[in-house]
Nanobody
Framework: QVQLVESGGGLVQAGGSLRLSCAAS????????MGWYRQAPGKQRELVAL???????RYADSVKGRFTISRDDAKNTVYLQMGSLKPEDTAVYYC?????????WGQGTQVTVSS
């Protein structure tokens, strides 16, 4: 089992910044992919960004150039630095950890961007 604890969500004005963190604990593997998805009201959960233990990174087109994902393997933590936030970025952001057939999710953290 892997436990994920997210932090850093909140309310911010359009154009502002927020930083999300997600710490993994439990039966973690050094080989893994961590990242973020989000789900807005009435919409499906969608990919935001992923980063592998090998350094590969993937972003959704909607956040490229505005969001930066990074990780600290010594702390088993992944970060999402969000900038130039827009009202359409409002959603619950979920941390994910995956290895092989195993996928785990955090409880989610709310990000609200006011116009």
């Amino acid at each position: 089992q892997v436990q994920l604890v997210e932090s850093g969500g909140g309310l911010v004005q359009a154009g502002g910044s927020l930083r999300l963190s997600c710490a993994a604990s439990g039966s973690t593997s050094s080989i893994n992919t961590m990242g973020w998805y989000r789900q807005a009201p009435g919409k499906q959960r969608e990919l935001v960004a992923l980063i592998s233990s090998g350094g590969g990174i993937r972003y959704a087109d909607s956040v490229k150039g505005r969001f930066t994902i990074s990780r600290d393997d010594a702390k088993n933590t992944v970060y999402l630095q969000m900038g130039s936030l827009k009202p359409e970025d409002t959603a619950v952001y979920y941390c994910t950890w995956r290895y092989s057939v195993y996928t785990y999710w955090g409880q989610g953290t709310q990000v609200t961007v006011s116009s």
